[in-house]
């Protein structure tokens, strides 16, 4: 999770220094940097998609290979987040290569990487975004199968047992965070692939509009996923509930002190 926050704090950075330079079209394509935060945009879209799935990956470990305790430690957590960032870095390389007009929408007015060049485009959402959420749906189908092989090796006595019932449940729990937070993510994904297919079937640029849409589409989505990962994890709402009762009373205890 703080895998997850950190990359999307990374986007939100990347977000308003492109917004920044969004106010002045003509410095924002003529900038050299216009493919350099071309990049970093991506890269943060990448590190997100793919800290989705480390963290798929987590929960197949507790869920179904528990048994390989090396699986569980901070050791293999942390060798995955490095190699989540590695291949984040690693796969957006090209788009530093690209033309500066390129990688410039001017329809948005936002250094990303245009479904102007589509086939790049295409093949890199499919790297940076679907290949990822490609192993969280592998690795919800298999802990499907281990809940429905569980239940049917387990005794009726013993699978009614609160050990058994609990473990149950919390993997159904995980099926359904997955679940929603792929569902999530694939709201951004209609318009963006339409405007592909708009750019491979049509030679003039679709209505300017659906440039914005397309963006703010993804930006929503994946801050909508960052809110419904700390809203559907009970013990993070815990937290963040004894956090806020502990401003409010330090916050009634100094005006009740200054009033005195």
Known sequence: MCNSSVATIFHAII???GS????????????????????????????ICYSKAIQAMSHLFFSVLYKHRFLLTWRMHRILIIINWIIAFIVC??????????????????????????????????????????????V?????????????????????????????RR???????????????????PLYLFLIIWHVTQKKSAPEPLYLLSLN???ISLFMLTALQFIMNQEVNQLI??????????????KSTDQQ
């Open 15 to 17: 977000i308003i220094i």
């Open 20 to 47: 920044i330079y969004g106010f002045r079209e003509d410095t924002a394509i003529n900038a050299p940097s216009c493919a350099l935060r071309a990049y970093f945009y991506l890269v943060s879209l990448t590190a």
């Open 93 to 138: 390389v090209p788009l530093i290569f690209i033309d500066a007009n390129d990688s410039f929408e001017i329809e948005s007015r936002s250094c990303i990487l245009s479904t102007k060049i589509y086939v790049f485009a295409f093949c890199m959402a499919n790297i940076s975004c679907l290949f990822p959420y490609g192993i969280i749906a592998i």
């Open 140 to 168: 919800v189908v298999i802990i499907i199968i281990h809940i429905r092989r569980s239940t049917r090796r387990v005794q009726a006595i013993r699978e009614n047992s609160p050990n058994t019932t609990q473990k149950r």
């Open 171 to 189: 993997e159904i729990k995980l099926i359904k965070q997955m679940s929603a937070q792929t569902a999530t993510v694939t709201l951004a994904a």
């Open 217 to 219: 589409s993804i930006t």
């Open 241 to 254: 509930k004894q956090f806020f009762k502990r401003c409010c009373t330090f916050i009634i205890m100094k």
